[in-house]
């Protein structure tokens, strides 16, 4: 749940008819009238996919109102850019300044997006990671591939090993072979790219 403080924050900048915040388990308020902004707020103690499913569900909910993504911990931008993938229009969180939450509600009630500045710098500073998106690469071999399907779907190296019957290192030098092929260097980047990998071939 939001803290009080960002609460009364947030219905300061916006009338109460035109924000709805909320959290899993979802609500569907879609007989109430139109919201400019629909809050979600994620907790790191969820997964990565079932957060972005949650994203996913709300936006197919409010197709006509911005929606931001409000983080309870720690900024985290290695995820953002896979919230805005699946429907999300801002991004904050617990760390951000209250400037920032101003500009953040500002810019979505006038159906623009929202990412803080220093998401910006972020992205800049990973530009080639973001940029590989899209691109053209060698294909997996058909170990990569599986032991690349198993990473995104939140499987240890160890898992992985049992299930294909190989060693941990084999699984290792596979995981470090396919991350350098794709030029990325971490599970949600790979996570990423593959999406963008099934989009070109669709």
Known sequence: MLSSFIRKLIEEELPQNKVFTT???????????????VVLTISREDTLGFNLNLIKELSALYPESR????DMGNSNYRAMPLYFREGGDGYLSLSDSVDNVKECLSSLSE???????EGVEWILDNHK?????GRKFKPFTSSELCVAKALIGGKRISDIAKDMDKKISTISTLKRKLMAK??????????????SMKENAS
């Not at 959290?23 to 009238?33: A, C, G, I, M, V």
């Not at 794709?182 to 999406?195: A, F």
């Open 129 to 133: 990671s973001i940029f590989n998106v």
């Open 111 to 117: 159906g623009k997006k929202f990412i803080p500045y």
């Open 67 to 70: 929606l931001l993504v409000f």
């Open 23 to 37: 959290s899993y388990p979802l609500k569907d308020k879609r007989s109430q009238k139109l919201y400019k902004v």
């Open 182 to 195: 794709v030029g990325v260097d971490n599970i949600i980047e790979l996570r990423t790219v593959m999406e």
